[in-house]
């Protein structure tokens, strides 16, 4: 759709730009939202339970099922030898094994899958199984493995300029590290799938998964069958973050083996505490950075290096370190710059997709290098900010992509003055000054995060819009939902472009037999992608309504404008109800496809350079924090936020997700430790001891503000993507813990501190900062 009928189709008013409640919302509420546990069990439905290597790194010696096999209720017990096609279910890259029969990368790596008459029974009767080990030593220190370079895909790099010279040459050099946390993605509903014949010798899937097209290619090739053997189907999940991008795909695989072979419906469904053993995490990294700046803290030149934790397999872990790399710089410019990304491979489970995809990992380095540089120079960090920021001349990436919008100082003067930074910076120094325990810190933190899937064959979505003969719409996609409220944002775009009520429009369930070869819902475009493939499909139908109408009524078509359920014309109007059943009895088509695929861009990896972004958006940040220097213990008090998100198509939804992505990232920068023991078993599996932020860690005073500005690219009515790049709005939390503890010095110098900040890592900090005292008096 061209620039002109975009910004005309909106400008007409209607369901866009309005803050529609979740279209699940009252179903949730009161108990009535189905999710896959909750459907009807098919008669003689079977449970599937995996049976777990018990070290992190072996060669199996034996297996001995006798006991598992005696229990009541136990059908069969199957292994990889059973399995009739490909083992390997790597989404991208081999390497991730579905059941292993011989070699064991990380503990609690599936080995067999039993099926009983019971959920409890298979469980238990997984329990049962006993599997000897040949146990060799694990690597599982992100260290050793850059050491030995193990790598799960060879190490990428972006070069721009003569870094190492322009470092060399300038007035200040800086070196830092960080060791950054991974995170749990402790969705609601854990990983479940239910597989069971169809009427027509195929298979039907059920599963929680964000991307159904995966799933069901895969389950085609453990089976050694078409993909139109298969068909996936999901509703709705109950959160997923990424965790359901490619770790939904094994238990669905499981699932539709023992179906295959069995003949019957089968479900597996993850104990909470296995659901987190089994599954990727966010990539814990270990990052550094080497940079020269002048006397201003104008940068001159950086050379970053970012470590992925990636686990055992390549999974997805190739785009997420690019992802890491390409935004290294967050939102500043580096007119010389080396950044190195490097997958480390180690005997844990393979990490994976989550909220934000390697970008915070690497965009951490950028507020790092700035909180260093204001230390090192007694500035303020918010002026080295401002001072870096990409501007016209300075716009280059470090991947030779133009940023072409600079919104973001603007949106900083906005919230220094909203949020009255400059007196509270003073009245929090004045405090800190009386006040030897409790501690307080303010930071202000910019986000620029790039729009696109890294992978560029992703960029594309479908749709299937029907309107039926009385005027009602019935809609389906190819993007899944798991809360976001994509259903919501789509039914509104087709309505919107029909010129209905929203309620007129249903959605039905994301299905592979509806919409083919779907991307997953990822990387924040699930309403870029789908809500403009939708849009494409209504604008078929209402071309063929539109041309009905001219010749029906005598008009010319540009006289004919859809708005408020009714079609205007030169000669009079009429119903959308009444033209839906008029065109059909003229014989009109009312069913269209629609696809899109995201323009303008393209990365040639062996150069590093390239447009892997179709656009950027923004946000502005500042946080308020407490810090008590005696625990460690720390509490944001105050949080007020400017984020970008185009011309909104659903302002109430937008901004719940800004909140949702800010205390999920703020609960990964402080209170989510993953730990693992030094056999390689995850001891962090539960609520007892991983903490995720709870209603009492949200800030007491939370600000949350939409910047008014349309989008630039031709996005579905000049919409930005929301789902990932307020994640890293959290920024501000981490760098005003540092500042709370660089007051103990009066601001000349600000500690290392590693994520999450727990209380432990804080005091760290502090005695850290005190030695520093110390060896200065």
């Not at 449970?47 to 229990?71: C, M, Q």
């Not at 080990?133 to 895909?153: G, Y």
């Not at 915070?360 to 507020?367: C, D």
Request: aromatic share 8%; net charge negative.
């Amino acid at each position: 759709m061209r620039h002109f009928e975009m910004d005309k189709l909106k400008s007409q008013g209607g369901s866009v730009g309005q803050s529609k409640y979740h279209e699940s919302a009252i179903k949730q509420v009161c108990g009535s939202a189905n999710f896959a546990d909750d459907n009807p069990e098919p008669q003689g439905c079977l449970h599937a339970y995996p049976v777990l290597a018990p070290v992190a790194s072996g060669f199996i010696k034996s297996i001995d099922t006798t006991k598992a096999e005696a229990l009541t209720g136990v059908k069969r017990i199957f292994g990889a030898d059973d399995v009739p096609g490909k083992l390997d279910i790597g989404p991208v890259f081999p390497g991730d094994i579905l059941l292993t029969n011989h070699e064991v990368q990380y503990h609690g790596q599936p080995v067999l899958v039993v099926v009983a008459d019971s959920h409890e029974t298979a469980r238990r009767a997984a329990r049962l199984v006993v599997i000897e080990c040949e146990q060799t030593s694990p690597i599982l220190d992100i260290k050793e493995a850059i050491d030995k370079q193990h790598w799960v895909r060879p190490p990428h790099s972006l070069n721009r300029g003569d870094s190492a010279n322009a470092i060399k040459s300038a007035a200040h050099q800086l070196k830092g590290e960080i060791n950054i946390g991974g995170q749990e993605h402790f969705y609601l509903e854990g990983q479940i799938a239910l597989s069971q014949p169809d009427q027509d010798g195929g298979m039907h899937i059920q599963c929680s998964t964000q991307h159904p097209t995966e799933v069901q290619h895969l389950i085609a090739k453990i089976l050694n069958k078409p993909f139109s053997f298969v068909t996936v189907e999901t509703r709705r999940m109950g959160g997923a973050f990424g965790g359901k991008e490619t770790q939904g795909a094994p238990w669905a695989c499981l699932a539709a083996l023992a179906t295959y072979f069995l003949g019957c419906a089968v479900k597996l469904r993850l104990a909470r505490s296995d659901d987190f053993k089994l599954t990727g995490k966010r990539h814990p990294f270990y990052n550094q950075y080497h940079v020269g700046f002048d006397e201003n803290g104008l940068i001159e030149g950086a050379d970053i290096t970012v470590n992925g934790f990636c686990g055992y397999s390549p999974d997805l872990s190739d785009a997420i370190v690019d992802r890491a790399m390409f935004h290294a710089d967050n939102a500043y410019y580096y007119p010389a710059a080396r950044i190195q990304g490097n997958r480390c491979k180690v005997n844990t489970v393979s990490h994976t997709a989550f909220r934000g995809f390697g970008g915070p990992q690497g965009m951490i380095m950028g507020e790092l290098i700035m909180d260093d540089i204001a230390a090192k120079l007694g500035k303020d960090p918010l002026e080295i900010r401002k001072l870096n920021l990409y501007r016209p001349g300075r716009d280059i990436t470090p991947y030779h992509q133009t940023v072409e919008q600079h919104i973001l100082k603007d949106m900083i003067t906005q919230l220094e003055l909203s949020g009255d930074y400059w007196s509270r910076k003073q009245h929090i120094k004045q405090f800190n000054q009386s006040s030897s325990i409790i501690k307080k810190g303010l930071a202000m933190t910019p986000v620029k995060y790039g729009i696109s899937f890294t992978v560029q064959h992703l960029n594309q979505a479908g749709a299937l819009v029907h309107v039926y003969s009385d005027g009602s719409i019935h809609l389906n996609h190819g993007g899944t939902e798991m809360g976001q409220g994509l259903n919501t944002k789509i039914a509104q775009i087709v309505a919107h472009g029909f010129g209905i009520n929203f309620d007129a429009v249903s959605i039905s369930a994301t299905r592979t037999d509806k919409v083919p070869n779907t991307s997953p819902t990822a990387a924040s475009s699930g309403t870029d992608l789908n809500g403009m493939a939708a849009l494409n499909a209504v604008d078929t139908i209402k071309k063929r309504m539109i041309d009905f109408v001219s010749q029906h009524f005598t008009v010319p078509n540009e006289s004919i404008v859809f708005k408020d359920n009714k079609i205007t014309h030169d000669k009079g109007e009429i119903s959308f109800k009444e033209l839906a059943n008029l065109a059909y009895m003229n014989r009109i088509s009312l069913s269209s496809t629609g696809y899109y695929a995201t323009p303008k861009i393209h990365y040639d990896r062996a150069k590093g350079e390239g447009r892997p972004f179709f656009y950027y958006a923004h946000g502005v940040a500042m946080s308020e924090v407490e810090v008590d220097i005696l625990t460690g213990e720390n509490t944001v008090t105050r949080v007020d936020i400017l984020h970008d998100v185009g011309s909104s198509i659903n302002p109430a939804l937008d901004i719940g997700q800004i909140e949702g992505a800010f205390i999920q990232g703020m609960g990964w920068l402080t209170t989510e430790d993953l730990q693992w023991n030094n056999k390689g078993e995850l001891t962090s599996f539960g609520p007892a001891n991983y903490k995720i932020p709870a209603i009492g860690d949200t800030p007491s005073e939370f600000n949350v503000n939409l910047y008014n500005s349309a989008n630039p690219e031709t996005t579905v009515f000049r919409s930005k993507a929301v789902g990932e790049p307020p994640f890293m709005l959290s920024f501000s939390v981490w760098s005003a813990i540092r500042n709370a503890v660089s007051s103990i010095t009066d601001y000349q110098y600000t500690a290392p501190l590693d994520t999450p900040t727990t209380p432990e890592r804080v005091l760290g900090a502090i005695e850290r900062t005190q030695q520093w005292l110390e060896e200065r008096k």
